[in-house]
């Protein structure tokens, strides 16, 4: 099978424990670029918060793309916006009315990557969000804001165990008008409901006239699954949760050990 797309998850995937970049990565995806390859990430970041990962890779130029805020966004590495889905000024008070009947720390991003809250004790997941992602923390309530104020998506933060027990409550409210995911242990994102990685995929690949068999995708969480379920191959990372690993067609090494680096060199290059 011949892949003309590689497809990586970022966080926990193409980047290590450590959040950087194995030497092992970099020689795989050097090699792909060079064949000819299209290597895209796809992240539940902004661009913004890739850019140096993009730069490190010498992934660049119009004709290369990136899928962020989890299939919100598709753009080319150049900041130019092949499609953009975005939720209202109502969705986006909607959110925040739920966050503060029920005491849960939140954030929106507008499609620039800035950070919104009203909390104002901003908590320690927003604040590392907002580093990881190069971007600042403004506190504003949504009527400090303009009424045309529209948002990417949202997120509900906090430890593990806090968003364990408010998750039901989340998928009850709010999984009937949008897409609600558990993108990591700290972070439960709301986003308009035609968004995923897989739908994204699917139509930067008809853009591209590539067909899902060959498209192989890297990825080690829930929401990676509609990638898993569109490409032609799934590869789950051995630091990835059982999950999805359940879902995958090979089970790699771990982001720590050359993961990537295995799967590429057996099926791609």
């Known amino acids: 099978m011949t892949f003309k797309i590689v497809a990586i998850d970022v966080d926990d995937t193409l980047l290590n424990s450590k959040g950087e970049i194995l030497d092992s990565t970099k020689v795989v995806i050097k090699k792909a670029l060079e064949k000819g390859i299209k290597v895209v990430l796809c992240t539940g970041r902004p661009l913004v918060g890739v850019s140096n990962f993009l730069r490190e890779l010498e992934i660049d130029g119009l004709d ?11 753009e080319s590495v150049s900041g130019e916006i092949v499609s953009k889905l975005v939720l209202n000024n109502t969705d986006y008070r909607g959110l925040v009315s739920f966050a503060d009947k029920h005491n849960l720390p939140y954030n929106v991003l507008d499609d620039g990557g800035s950070i919104y ?20 923390v403004l506190v504003r309530t949504p009527d400090q804001l303009s009424d045309d104020f529209s948002i ?11 968003l364990d027990q408010m998750e039901d409550k989340v998928h009850a409210t709010f999984d009937e008008k949008f897409y609600v995911v558990r993108a990591a ?3 439960l994102e709301v986003m308009h409901k035609n968004v995923n990685k897989g739908r994204a995929l699917k139509k930067l690949t008809e853009k591209l006239n590539i067909q899902p068999n060959e498209v192989i995708v890297f990825g080690d969480e829930l929401n990676d699954l509609s990638m898993f379920e569109f490409a032609g191959m799934a590869v789950a990372m ?3 949760s059982e999950f999805i690993k359940s879902h995958a067609d090979f089970i790699t090494n771990s982001n720590d050990k050359d993961g990537i680096a295995v799967a590429m060199n057996k099926f791609v290059l």
């Open 117 to 136: 809250t009203s909390n104002l004790d901003v908590n320690r997941i927003t604040v590392i969000q907002a580093w990881e992602n190069q971007a600042g």
């Open 64 to 74: 290369q793309y990136v899928i962020t805020f989890n299939g919100a966004v598709i």
């Open 152 to 162: 990417i998506k949202g997120v509900f933060v906090g430890e593990d165990v806090e």
């Open 238 to 240: 051995g630091n990835g």
């Open 185 to 187: 242990k700290n972070f």
